[in-house]
T-cell receptor, first 112, second 112 residues
């Protein structure tokens, strides 16, 4: 089975800190995605990548950036964390277009 | 822009009942539809993936149907059990085959 691993389950950071959320998949998937999930708003797409060194903005990219230097790793970066970025962050991957997504277990980030 | 709606938002049933969860989407030009399960505080687990050429998929007590022309899918759960209690999410590709767009989910409680 494909495994998508998010490095932290829970994270507490201070306002203004630079935060790195790491995601690694182990099945040579082409596509990787970052979503955030908030009560009442559901899952919203932040950034995605269809290839190494490629990135595309999703619906809510403001305040975030990403890095994909290797195929298996897709990092989400909060340049200067703010309290409104407190959320559950979910990483996913898929082999190619038309294939199902596999999600990681999520990172619950709290910014204080 | 693709929009996904799930009805009902919450459902409580006694153990042993058969139940149906509904999902509708606005842009029917999709190549697949995926149903997920999410337990509180956890990531998403894929339940069923239906390709656009298929009308239904089955896995154990779960059966998902897809009617592309009407923009609808249903998830049928037979003989519900307390362990089925979770939030069920439906997702389809965005317009122009962009990454998955999610409904806000149906929160299911199965009472023993």
């Amino acid at each position: 089975d494909v495994k998508v691993t998010q490095s932290s389950r829970y994270l507490v950071k201070r306002t203004g800190e630079k935060v790195f959320l790491e995601c690694v998949q182990d099945m040579d998937h082409e596509n990787m995605f970052w979503y955030r999930q908030d009560p009442g708003l559901g899952l919203r797409l932040i950034y995605f990548s269809y290839d190494v060194k490629m990135k595309e903005k999703g619906d809510i990219p403001e305040g975030y950036s990403v890095s994909r230097e290797k195929k298996e790793r897709f990092s989400l970066i909060l340049e200067s964390a703010s309290t409104n970025q407190t959320s559950m962050y979910l990483c996913a991957s898929s082999l190619s277009g038309g294939d199902g997504y596999t999600f990681g277990s999520g990172t619950r980030l709290t910014v204080v | 822009k693709q929009e996904v709606t799930q009805i009902p938002a919450a459902l409580s049933v006694p153990e042993g009942e058969n139940l149906v969860l509904n999902c509708s989407f606005t842009d029917s030009a999709i190549y697949n539809l995926q149903w997920f399960r999410q337990d509180p505080g956890k990531g998403l687990t894929s339940l069923l993936l239906i390709q656009s050429s298929q009308r239904e998929q089955t896995s154990g007590r779960l059966n998902a149907s897809l009617d592309k022309s009407s923009g609808r899918s249903t998830l049928y759960i037979a003989a519900s059990q307390p362990g089925d209690s979770a939030t069920y999410l439906c997702a389809v590709p965005g317009s122009g085959n962009t990454p998955l767009v999610f409904g806000k989910g149906t929160r299911l409680s199965v009472i023993a």
